[in-house]
């Protein structure tokens, strides 16, 4: 038997190896729609000629000359996850598994098509096309090094073995895995994963693409250690951007190659959203230039337009050293229901992330027309609650005058009934910096009375993710006046609760902790969600104040439920 455990742990494994492959298929996807990319002429850009393949001290050679800082032992375990054959290299085909998307295969194909260009020896890709290639290989060395981290973890379980493990998802004894088993076996110890994450994951798992995970696949997906490696004091998180600018430095020594690029570091700002007011009433004023009326309109007639990436975000870690622990002023009772409802609201905010991240792709998405549907006649960068019940029934949503101001309670930043531009971005906009950086940069379409705004698809999509923010807050009030029912709970109890080390704040570990304690262990990304339900849009320093405990915590509606 595999203890319940070892069981978190193992989801905890399933789930960092779908997210990896989640975020990897949107770098495919942004590198695919480049129509200078050519895989051909990118794997003869890596390949050091005249060879036909590439070889970990290739792909070492072309990071390190892109400022990517990692270890070779790093490069061969990046190489040895899609070396199928297992020789010690990556032919064409194998390289092709890599930079290809694998939810797209109309793109896909469109791609394999394209006319390949040589390349000089001294020469470069597109300035374009380097970059993203150097974030796509970036992003599975990223996936490779939380998976391993989590692969220790387990293996150091003293009730693990791989049969065990297999055996336990496996619950038929089919001697394969399919969608099923992974939605049971997630579902049966409460952690949800969803149906985009585990398609991510059967994607990543099942090399020879037949739909079924079979033992030896699973037991490749876990094994573990993989190749030692040094590590460098400097983090491999991007801080590079590609220069067009030539440059006769060399960071490596390839033989007869010389780069002809240069890479410039810039500094990633730690922000929500790129977007404010001043953006949408700059929108407002070119879009009267244009003569744009209302956006109410719905059609499929939309052509695909190249999305573009957004500044990247990067979340401030809190480096405080705990003190001595203290014991925790409730009772085992009203610990559990305090953990219980933590794991309430991030499971809410998890499906929402997930909904907002597939709106994002939609190619015609923005926030600009988006915002539209509820400022109908360009009054400004901000709507009423009248406005946005409106707007919301023209997507053919009605939800009550609670459920409208519990929404804006938490939503109107400055608590003056309105629901400004800024409050609305930060709704929409994903957490993820992949997604967001997507959706940051995405142009407003200036349609005019003749055309629509939105797909059908979009607009479900964004009907959709309106509809789980209203029922977030909801489920959040349900939460709240559930602690609140417990006759002896307070809040400045559940608050000492959390801070175990009386630091006068709660960390995203002490979060983690308490969840662990009641055996909902969750991520560190999930345990993210949780502090933004209780910072809102200010939660750089990733501390939660007892006042902002209070504050979320408090039943904020008349009404039971």
Not at 488 to 512: E, M, P
Request: net charge neutral; glycine share 4%.
């Amino acid at each position: 038997m595999v203890s319940r455990l070892t069981k978190h742990k193992v989801a905890d494994l399933l789930e960092a190896i779908a997210e990896g492959e989640i975020k990897a298929e949107i770098q495919r996807l942004v590198l695919a729609e480049k129509y200078s990319f050519e895989p051909y002429s990118a794997f003869k850009r890596i390949a050091l000629a005249p060879r036909s393949y590439i070889t970990s001290t290739d792909l070492h050679e072309f990071l390190l000359e892109n400022k990517v800082t990692v270890t070779s032992g790093e490069c061969r375990d990046l190489l040895n996850a899609f070396d199928a054959d297992k020789d010690g290299s990556l032919s064409y085909n194998e390289f092709l598994n890599i930079v290809l998307p694998r939810t797209d295969p109309v793109l896909r194909k469109r791609v394999t098509l394209r006319e390949t260009y040589p390349l000089r020896d001294d020469e470069r890709l597109p300035y374009d096309i380097e970059y993203a290639l150097t974030r796509l290989l970036e992003e599975e060395l990223n996936a490779i090094q939380r998976t391993e981290s989590l692969k220790g973890g387990i293996h150091a379980s003293a009730d693990y073995t791989a049969g065990r493990v297999f055996n336990t998802i496996d619950y038929d004894a089919k001697n394969y895995l399919i969608f099923e088993d992974f939605a049971d076996f997630s579902d049966d110890i409460g952690r949800g994963l969803s149906e985009k994450q585990i398609d991510a994951l059967i994607r990543r798992l099942d090399s020879n693409q037949d739909g079924r995970i079979t033992y030896s696949e699973f037991i490749a997906a876990l094994s573990y250690p993989k190749t030692e490696s040094v590590t460098l004091s400097s983090p491999r998180h991007s801080h590079s951007r590609l220069s067009p600018r030539h440059s006769h430095s060399r960071l490596s020594p390839r033989h007869s190659r010389q780069r002809s690029s240069e890479i410039r570091e810039t500094e990633v700002a730690p922000l929500k959203t790129g977007l404010k007011d001043l953006d949408y009433s700059r929108y407002l004023s070119e879009s009267r230039s244009r003569r744009s009326a209302s956006p109410r309109r719905r059609t499929n007639d939309i052509y695909e337009t190249p999305k573009s990436p957004r500044r990247s975000v990067e979340r401030l870690a809190d480096t405080s050293v705990h003190s001595h622990r203290k014991r925790s002023p409730l009772r085992n009772y009203e610990e559990e229901e305090l953990a219980r409802s933590f794991k309430d609201m991030i499971i809410s905010s998890r499906h929402l992330e997930s909904c907002k991240n597939e709106l994002v792709l939609r190619f015609d998405f923005n926030l600009f027309d988006a915002y539209r549907y509820f400022d109908v006649y360009g009054t400004g960068a901000y709507i009423s609650s009248k406005q946005f019940e409106e707007g919301l029934a023209e997507l053919k949503i009605f939800p009550t005058k609670d459920q409208i101001s519990l929404f804006f309670k938490h939503f109107d930043s400055d608590y003056d009934g309105f629901l400004r531009f800024t409050d609305f971005s930060n709704l929409i906009t994903p957490k993820s910096d992949e997604y967001a950086r997507i959706l940051d940069t995405r142009k407003p379409r200036y349609v005019d009375d003749s055309e629509p705004i939105f797909t059908r698809e979009t607009e479900r999509l964004f009907a959709k993710v309106l509809s789980l923010a209203l029922e977030n807050e909801v489920q959040a009030e349900a939460v709240r006046q559930r602690l609140s029912r417990l006759p002896l709970f307070n809040l400045s109890d559940a608050f000492r609760a959390v801070d175990k080390y009386d630091q006068g704040y709660i960390l995203i570990d002490d979060l983690k902790e308490i969840l662990g304690e009641h055996g909902m262990f969750t991520t560190s990304k999930d345990a993210d969600l949780l502090v933004e339900r209780f910072k809102g849009n200010d939660h750089t320093n990733g501390k939660i104040y007892y006042s902002e405990f209070v504050k979320e915590l408090s039943p904020k509606s008349f009404r039971k439920y």
